[in-house]
């Protein structure tokens, strides 16, 4: 069973990647795909809500899905469809040929990434142990080498889909391979040998009680989305920084995300969840009070490095702390959770574009700077608690193996 864990950890970490680099790839090309559809200005934005729309639709079918349905199967068909998306988006001829490809894709993200924390938090119960912040990082080291890939793809001036399609013919196969050695999680027994007293259908969460880390969820990313829609403006127009030095916050940020979330579990073994998280949340609001404060562009860059290591623990944990709540429903818990990650999407980019049109952007920081803040008081939310069956949640789970479709 040893083996079995590790294999399974394994390939949903390639998964992680894989979706990593493949959502790198679409949206650090957005002015290019704008270029090749002729997509203008006033109707961008339009396709650009569309997607996270799409995407909580996506997950909150899942929840449906997975009640008949292995996670394991919904992430090993889903993961290629999210590949395909891509290529058709970068192969594609007139609008409504990116409309559709990009409502696949949305649907398709929202699918994977509910289904892709979904076996993450079984993982992690089977394995007892955080293990959460790993899968994530693997995810932001996806990102980097996505984004690297895509300004490989504009600095040659190649077209989309020549730049897409070599990415798709390694990942297609080989997600499609590593899916074999997914791991589902099911519920503990109770002890007249029933499900889990929390309901594996769903019908076990209660919407009040998982509120906070929904709210949580959100509130990280209105940071991250700050982060990667308004960094490179920030230190242009507000800290006076050259147009080329402008590009590296974000590049600064990924690396910080991926290092923080590389170490994080360790610091979730030793120190728990609740400490990392508040140790999160200050970094973060310190890394935006930086930002705000700062007289030029370098102190604005030590800004979002802090902001990288910051917010890096937040939605990992989140899922975690969800899992923990609703043992017994879990997936429902994570697919219902995992629709504030597109909310928070959504909101943060308007939000600091609105702000800092009426009050300056410098006073703009502050606001996402108070929402990370309040994480502080939900903090609670994310420790572990004692079970019924003796242990606690983290240790709540047997295992299954799900090999693709067939379940075997």
Same mark, same amino acid.
């Given at each position: 069973m040893t083996d079995v864990l590790r294999r399974g950890r394994a390939s949903l970490a390639f998964g992680f990647f894989a979706q990593g680099a493949a959502f790198a790839l679409l949206v650090t090309r957005i002015p290019a795909i704008q270029d090749r559809y002729g997509v203008s200005d006033a109707l961008l934005p339009l396709f650009l809500a569309a997607v996270p729309v799409l995407a909580g639709i996506g997950s909150v079918t899942t929840e449906q899905v997975v009640k008949r349905i292995r996670p394991s199967r919904v992430l090993r068909w889903s993961q290629p469809a999210v590949l395909l998306a891509l290529l058709g988006v970068g192969a594609g001829g007139d609008l409504a040929v990116l409309a559709v490809t990009l409502a696949a894709f949305g649907l398709a993200v929202g699918a994977l990434d509910a289904s892709m924390n979904m076996l993450g938090v079984s993982l992690q119960r089977a394995y007892g142990r955080s293990i959460m912040l790993g899968f994530h990082a693997v995810f932001s080291l996806g990102g980097i080498v996505g984004a690297s890939l895509a300004w490989a793809g504009a600095h040659w001036k190649l077209a989309l889909w020549v730049s897409y399609l070599p990415v798709v013919a390694v990942l297609l196969p080989a997600v499609l391979v590593a899916s074999r050695w997914y791991v589902d999680g099911r519920p503990a027994p109770a002890a007249d040998?029933?499900?889990?007293?929390?309901?594996?259908?769903?019908?076990?969460?209660?919407?009040?009680? %998982?509120?906070?880390?929904?709210?949580? @969820?959100?509130?990280?990313?209105?940071?991250?989305?700050?982060?990667?829609?308004?960094?490179?403006?920030? %230190?242009?127009?507000?800290?006076g920084s050259s147009e080329q030095l402008a590009t590296v916050p974000y590049n600064v940020y990924m690396v910080t995300t991926?290092?923080?979330?590389? #170490?994080?579990?360790?610091?979730?073994?030793?120190?728990?969840?609740?400490?990392?998280?508040?140790?999160?949340?200050?970094?973060?609001?310190?890394?935006?009070?930086?930002?705000?404060?700062? +007289?030029?562009?370098?102190?604005? @860059?030590?800004?979002?490095?802090?902001?990288?290591?910051?917010?890096?623990?937040?939605?990992?944990?989140?899922?975690?702390?969800?899992?923990? %709540?609703?043992?017994?429903?879990?997936?429902?818990?994570?697919?219902?959770?995992? #629709?504030?990650?597109?909310?928070?999407?959504?909101?943060?980019? +308007?939000?600091?574009? #609105?702000?800092?049109?009426?009050?300056?952007?410098?006073?703009?920081?502050?606001?996402? @700077?108070?929402?990370?803040? #309040?994480?502080?008081?939900?903090?609670?939310?994310?420790?572990?608690?004692?079970?019924?069956?003796?242990?606690?949640?983290?240790?709540?789970?047997?295992?299954?193996?799900?090999?693709?479709?067939?379940?075997?």
């Open positions: 040998g029933t499900g889990g007293d929390d309901g594996a259908d769903g019908g076990g969460v209660v919407f009040r009680a %998982l509120l906070p880390l929904c709210l949580v @969820m959100a509130f990280a990313y209105i940071g991250d989305s700050t982060v990667s829609n308004w960094s490179a403006k920030y %230190l242009k127009d507000v800290l991926l290092v923080g979330r590389a #170490v994080g579990d360790l610091g979730v073994r030793r120190f728990g969840a609740v400490a990392v998280v508040r140790l999160g949340s200050l970094t973060a609001a310190a890394g935006f009070a930086v930002v705000a404060a700062a +007289p030029g562009a370098w102190a604005g @860059m030590l800004g979002f490095t802090l902001l990288g290591l910051g917010l890096c623990v937040l939605v990992p944990q989140t899922f975690a702390a969800a899992g923990r %709540l609703f043992p017994g429903s879990s997936d429902a818990a994570i697919a219902r959770l995992n #629709v504030f990650n597109y909310v928070g999407f959504l909101v943060g980019s +308007p939000l600091v574009g #609105v702000l800092g049109d009426a009050w300056g952007y410098r006073w703009a920081m502050l606001v996402p @700077m108070v929402l990370v803040l #309040v994480t502080l008081v939900y903090a609670r939310s994310f420790e572990a608690r004692p079970d019924r069956y003796g242990g606690e949640h983290e240790r709540s789970r047997t295992v299954d193996v799900g090999r693709g479709s067939n379940g075997l």
